[in-house]
């Protein structure tokens, strides 16, 4: 069983920037592919982006060249920084963990003027 906790979300003007932070326990987060996703009010549940163990990278359509997932093995840890946000990226950000399934309880995002 893996724990998910994300942290990070909050009220952004349009244009700005935040950094989502997910940290997870238990699990084998090293060999683990883990994902961002987001889940606008109305609205199915979207893949953001995906890194793999090795680093490799893919990116929604919608967020390519405003995101960029990371992450720290060391910690456990994986980020989402987005810049450019707009008020289409109102959603709730979820972590995700490719190996389990597991998921966390989700950030708030509010982009808004």
């Known amino acids: 069983q893996v724990q998910l906790v994300e942290s990070g979300g909050g009220l952004v003007q349009p244009g700005g920037s935040l950094r989502l932070s997910c940290a997870a326990s238990?699990?084998?987060?090293?060999?683990?592919?883990m994902g961002w996703y987001r889940q606008a009010p109305g609205k199915q549940r979207e893949l953001v982006a995906r890194?793999?163990?090795?680093?490799?990278?893919n990116y929604a359509d919608s967020v390519k060249g405003r995101a960029t997932i990371s992450r720290d093995n060391a910690k456990n840890t994986v980020f989402l920084q987005m810049s450019s946000l707009k008020p289409e990226d109102t959603a709730v950000y979820y972590c995700n963990d490719g190996l389990f399934g597991s998921w966390g309880q989700g950030t708030q995002v509010t982009v808004s003027s």
């Open positions: 238990g699990g084998m987060f090293k060999i683990t592919t």
């Open positions: 890194i793999t163990n090795g680093g490799t990278t």
